[in-house]
C-alpha cells in the first residue's frame, strides 16, 4: 500500500489512543513532569518530560561511554586461599559454551549484552538523526524495534544477581569489584533515564504529521501499536501495514488465545523439572554437592541473609508460579465472558508482564558462580540441569504475556 495512493486520506486527529484496552480520548494538554492514564484500565498513556531532547541525548551518550568502559575492564574477582579467579561481563557466558550449554549461553548473551548495545546504538540513531533534523532511512524501524526489544534488556537483573553472588560467597572468599562493575552500573542508569525521557509521540510527530488514515468516509479504525495512528480497516483488507511506520496492524492479536495457552502449558510443564533437579553442582576437595531452588533459598536463610533468601524465593519461586496462575485465569476470564472486573484484569496483566522477567535472577547467579569459582581441587561449581528448564520457563512466560492480547478481557466483557 502506497502512503500516496488516492485511496488513503492522511490527516491529523488530536486524539489519544489507549493501548490497552482501546478506549479513544480527547487529547488535553498537560505540563511537564504530568502523565495522562486510561480512566477505564489504568494505563499510562502519555507522559512529558521538559528539554527531552537534550536529556534524552546526554544519557545516551554517557550510556555508549559506560559500556565501552564495562567491557573494557575486569568486572568482578574472586580470592580464595591464595588463587585468584577475575571476570569480565561475558566470562560466564564463554564458561557456559566450554560446558556446551549453547541455549543458556545465548540467552545470557544476548539478555546482558546484544540487546543492551542494540539500545544503545538504536537510541543514538534516533536521536542523532532528530538532532540534525535528518531522516535516515530506517529510521521508523529503528524506533519501533526500540520498545519491542525493552523488556529483553536485564542488566538490572543481572546487577542483583550478581550482588546475591556476593554475598553468597563472601563468607569463603574476598570479592574485588572492578571498574567494569561500576561502569556497568551507571550504564543501567542512563539507559532507564534515556527510555525515560525518549518522548516516543514527538518523534512519530516529527518523523510524519498525519496519524490517520482512511480509505472512506465511515471506515473502522484500528489503532498502530507501533506508531499509535488509527488506520481504516478498508485500508487493512488489501495490506495489513500502517502507512505511517510500515508495522504491522491488527484488531487484535491473532490467535491470542490459543498462543498464550500453548506457551503456558509449555512454561508449567517446565517448571516440574525447573523445581526438582539440582540448579547447580558445588565440588568442594573433591566432595560434590547439588542445590536444588528451595534448598539454595534454605541455605541462605540458615547463613543469616534473611533478606537476600527473600529475594530469591519471591523472584525464582513465587514469581513463576503466581505468573502462570495469573495468566491462567486472564485466559480463564476471556474464555468465560464477563467475569470478574476488566479493569483488575488489566492491572494483573500489567503486573504480571512487569515482574516475570526478574525471575531470571537465578540463571545469571549460577551464570556467575560458574564464571568465578573454578579453584581446581579447592572448589568447582557446575551448573545443573534445572537451570535450562528454569530459563525455558522464563521465557515461555515471558512470550505468553506478550502474545496475550489484554483488550480481549474488555472485548468479552462487552459481550
Not at 561481563?89 to 548473551?109: H, I, M, N, P, Q
Request: with cysteine.
Amino acid at each position: 500500500m502506497s502512503v500516496n495512493s488516492p485511496a488513503v486520506r492522511a490527516s491529523y486527529a488530536d486524539v489519544i489512543v489507549c493501548h490497552g484496552c482501546d478506549h479513544v480520548f480527547d487529547s488535553v494538554p498537560f505540563v511537564a513532569g504530568q502523565q495522562l492514564s486510561c480512566t477505564y484500565c489504568g494505563e499510562v498513556m502519555k507522559v512529558k518530560h521538559a528539554n527531552w531532547l537534550i536529556r534524552a541525548a546526554a544519557f545516551t551518550a554517557t550510556g555508549l561511554i559506560l559500556f565501552l568502559l564495562t567491557l573494557a575492564f575486569p568486572f568482578i574477582g574472586l580470592e580464595a586461599a591464595g588463587q585468584e579467579q577475575s571476570s569480565r561481563l561475558l566470562s560466564g557466558v564463554w564458561a557456559l559454551l566450554d560446558r556446551d550449554r549453547y541455549l543458556l549461553a545465548s540467552l545470557v548473551f544476548i539478555t546482558i549484552f546484544l540487546m543492551p548495545l542494540v539500545e544503545l546504538v538504536g537510541l543514538g540513531y534516533v536521536i542523532g538523526a532528530r538532532w540534525l533534523n535528518v531522516k535516515p532511512p530506517g529510521l521508523a524501524k529503528v524506533l519501533h524495534l526500540l520498545f519491542v526489544i525493552r523488556p529483553w534488556n536485564m542488566m538490572e537483573i543481572f546487577f542483583i544477581g550478581v550482588l546475591i553472588t556476593t554475598i553468597k560467597l563472601g563468607d569463603i572468599a574476598s570479592l574485588l569489584p572492578g571498574i567494569g562493575l561500576y561502569a556497568f552500573a551507571g550504564l543501567i542508569l542512563v539507559l532507564i533515564y534515556s527510555h525515560t525521557h525518549l518522548d516516543r509521540e514527538a518523534l512519530w510527530h516529527w518523523l510524519r504529521h498525519e496519524n490517520r488514515f482512511c480509505g472512506r468516509d465511515d471506515d473502522l479504525l484500528v489503532v498502530c501499536h507501533g506508531c499509535g495512528a488509527q488506520v481504516g480497516e478498508s485500508l487493512l483488507d488489501a495490506n495489513d501495514r500502517c502507512p505511517r511506520c510500515h508495522s504491522t496492524v491488527r484488531r487484535r492479536i491473532p490467535d491470542s488465545y490459543q498462543r498464550t495457552l500453548a506457551l503456558l502449558i509449555a512454561a508449567t510443564v517446565l517448571y516440574v523439572p525447573a523445581n526438582l533437579l539440582p540448579i547447580m553442582t558445588t565440588v568442594q576437595f573433591g566432595v560434590a554437592s547439588s542445590d536444588t531452588i528451595m534448598s539454595g533459598v534454605v541455605h541462605l536463610f540458615q547463613s543469616g541473609n534473611v533478606g537476600i533468601a527473600l529475594v530469591v524465593f519471591v523472584a525464582s519461586v513465587l514469581v513463576p508460579i503466581t505468573k502462570i496462575f495469573a495468566i491462567a485465569y486472564l485466559l480463564w476470564a476471556v474464555h468465560k465472558g464477563q467475569q470478574g472486573n476488566p479493569r483488575h484484569q488489566a492491572i494483573l496483566y500489567r503486573i504480571t508482564e512487569f515482574v516475570g522477567r526478574w525471575s531470571m535472577i537465578d540463571v545469571f547467579v549460577v551464570t556467575l558462580l560458574v564464571a568465578l569459582v573454578q579453584f581446581g581441587v579447592l572448589a568447582n561449581i557446575e551448573p545443573g540441569g534445572a537451570i535450562v528448564c528454569f530459563a525455558g520457563v522464563v521465557v515461555l512466560t515471558m512470550l505468553a504475556a506478550e502474545t496475550f492480547d489484554p483488550r480481549l478481557l474488555w472485548d468479552a466483557h462487552s459481550e
